[in-house]
């Protein structure tokens, strides 16, 4: 016979409301929690998650929606956002958009169905064009990509600062014909962009922008295009990590020495990043305050539905190696 939520409220002694709270990580004393757990285990007790979501308004889950799993940001992201759920006793779905609208939208109705508490979401621009016209029923946190000022809570990076930074840095060592390299699908890389025409506009460069696919092989293949004309560039920038994998790939298969041919440099502090050739160049990014504060602001909003929306801009931190010579080891700047 099946094990009721009755039996174990009558084996641990307490009313089945305290057993709810139990579950539902409700204010009940240390001595009742474990008198229940003990309870719980001896029964063998399962609760229907299905029919509490439909009892309740939320499920004590957190919606996290990435936007590609293999960058080792996202992939920190997620273990931050889980670590901060799971001491608040919350779960974590966790869905990889791979930057597709259509998976974004099919995720979103996923949420909706299993009527998470919240969301914490890095979108497409196609997903923050849609996200203005949504009325989602849970509240929404951005991440490393902010939506228009006062619709929802995000936290973000100081994306246009870290590249006039990466670009000033460049032409300090003497490189003048930087080019950029950026994805085509987050509003991160637009901000990046912005930042690159800014730099290159206040030092008298000319600017040489290109947008691709966000992934390792589409920024080979477009840095292969580009040294294969007689006016190489002697710098090159790229906006994620995986971008900056593949310009590292197609500089070898060019047998092209870095830093001597060409100064490359990037973003996020990766281990392999400081193992490739003398090391690369890099604006690490806080990614450990980026995931903790996403939570923070959630929260806050469960609390305060009401209250204006938050933008938190986080500075980044510029990584010198040995990519971007001359340099004699590592050499840690803050962001200015």
């Not at 001896?42 to 990435?66: D, E, K």
């Amino acid at each position: 016979m099946a094990v009721s939520i009755k039996d174990v409220a009558q084996r641990a002694g307490v009313s089945v409301a305290t057993v709810s709270r139990v579950f539902g990580n409700g204010p009940v004393s240390p001595e009742l929690r474990e008198r229940v757990e003990k309870a719980i285990a001896a029964t063998g007790y399962r609760p229907n998650l299905s029919a509490r979501r439909l009892r309740s308004q939320h499920s004590q889950t957190i919606g996290l929606m990435v936007a590609d799993i293999r960058s080792p940001f996202f992939t920190a992201l997620s273990r931050v956002v889980e670590d901060e759920a799971y001491r608040s006793g919350m779960r974590v779905i966790l869905c990889n958009t791979d930057e597709s609208a259509d998976r974004e939208a099919m995720y979103l109705r996923l949420m909706e169905e299993e009527r998470v508490t919240g969301l914490i979401w890095a979108p497409t621009r196609g997903g923050l064009e849609r996200l203005a016209d949504d009325d989602l029923p849970f509240p929404v946190v951005l991440v490393d990509r902010g939506g228009p000022v006062g619709h929802h809570d995000s936290v973000v990076l100081d994306n246009q600062q870290a590249t006039i930074t990466l670009v000033r840095h460049l032409h300090a060592i003497g490189r003048s014909h930087i080019v950029g390299l950026f994805g085509n699908t987050s509003s991160t890389a637009v901000d990046r962009h912005l930042g690159y025409i800014s730099a290159t506009a206040s030092l008298g460069l000319s600017s040489e922008a290109f947008f691709v696919a966000p992934n390792a092989e589409a920024a080979e293949r477009e840095i292969l295009k580009v040294f294969s004309r007689p006016d190489r560039p002697d710098g090159v920038i790229a906006s994620s990590n995986l971008m900056l994998l593949g310009v590292v790939k197609a500089m070898r298969r060019l047998q092209l020495s870095t830093p001597e041919d060409v100064a490359i440099a990037g973003f996020d502090n990766e281990t392999w990043s400081e193992l490739v050739g003398p090391g690369l160049t890099v604006i690490e990014q806080p990614v450990g305050d980026i995931g903790r504060m996403a939570m923070t602001l959630l929260f806050d909003r469960l609390k305060a539905p009401k209250a204006p929306a938050r933008k938190v801009m986080l500075s980044g931190r510029l990584i010198v190696r040995g990519s971007t010579a001359p340099v004699t080891g590592l050499v840690d700047e803050p962001v200015e």
